[in-house]
T-cell receptor, first 115, second 114 residues
Framework: GAVVSQHPSWVICKSGTSVKIECRSL??????MFWYRQFPKQSLMLMAT?????????EQGVEKDKFLINHASLTLSTLTVTSAHPEDSSFYIC???????????FGSGTRLTVV | QQQVKQSPQSLIVQKGGISIINCAYE??????FPWYQQFPGKGPALLIA?????SEKKEGRFTISFNKSAKQFSLHIMDSQPGDSATYFC?????????????FGSGTKLNVKP
């Protein structure tokens, strides 16, 4: 089945620095990838939709200048948390779909801790 | 406004018992209803899904019951096992442009006692 790889699985960074999270579709091409954020013991909230070769579409309330998304190829999307602060600490999860069906696959997530 | 409401928040079931998790939605435009299983520190994994033209779908020990008129759907886990202990999320999706936008429930933490 489709596999979505996310890297790193966890990262600790200092306040004010930037962190890049990668999401790769390993065995399929994904023109669209999705970035979610999950707070402890809470549900997943869609942050943005990443489109290959074009600008990402951000959900209401998500700062696009803070959460930079780049989808430079059909197998890679990156989320960069810029000037991270402790309140950005969260579990970030990407998702992608193989083909025009309902089979969305999630990555294993990235635990970001900003100290 | 939460598009999908899920209950209970947590559930304890004895091994071999039936686990039941319920979800309700408001938007009748939703056309796909998946359930995801998530273990700590991992991303969600698709468990089973249903479309609104079907009232029930069964895959192994997992069954979705769907009530379109009541706008409710539920997950039944038969013969629950300790390995089923995880957090379960229901979701509903609507097609936006050429992909599905998912709205997730708040999650149910299931603990199956041996």
């Amino acid at each position: 089945g489709a596999v979505v790889s996310q890297h790193p699985s966890w990262v600790i960074c200092k306040s004010g620095t930037s962190v890049k999270i990668e999401c790769r579709s390993l065995d399929f091409q994904a023109t669209t990838m999705f970035w979610y954020r999950q707070f402890p013991k809470q549900s997943l909230m869609l942050m943005a939709t990443s489109n290959e070769g074009s600008k990402a579409t951000y959900e209401q309330g998500v700062e696009k200048d803070k959460f930079l998304i780049n989808h430079a190829s059909l197998t890679l999307s990156t989320l960069t948390v810029t000037s991270a602060h402790p309140e950005d600490s969260s579990f970030y999860i990407c998702s992608a779909r193989e083909g025009r069906n309902y089979g969305y696959t999630f990555g294993s997530g990235t635990r970001l801790t900003v100290v | 406004q939460q598009q999908v409401k899920q209950s209970p928040q947590s559930l304890i079931v004895q091994k071999g018992g039936i686990s039941i998790i319920n979800c309700a939605y408001e938007n009748t435009a939703f056309d796909y209803f998946p359930w995801y299983q998530q273990f700590p520190g991992k991303g969600p994994a698709l468990l089973i899904a249903i479309r609104p033209d079907v009232s029930e779908k069964k895959e192994g020990r997992f069954t979705i019951s769907f009530n379109k008129s009541a706008k409710q759907f539920s997950l039944h886990i038969m013969d629950s096992q300790p390995g089923d202990s995880a957090t379960y999320f229901c979701a509903a999706s609507i097609v936006r442009y050429n992909f599905n936008k998912f709205y997730f429930g708040s999650g149910t933490k299931l603990n199956v006692k041996p």
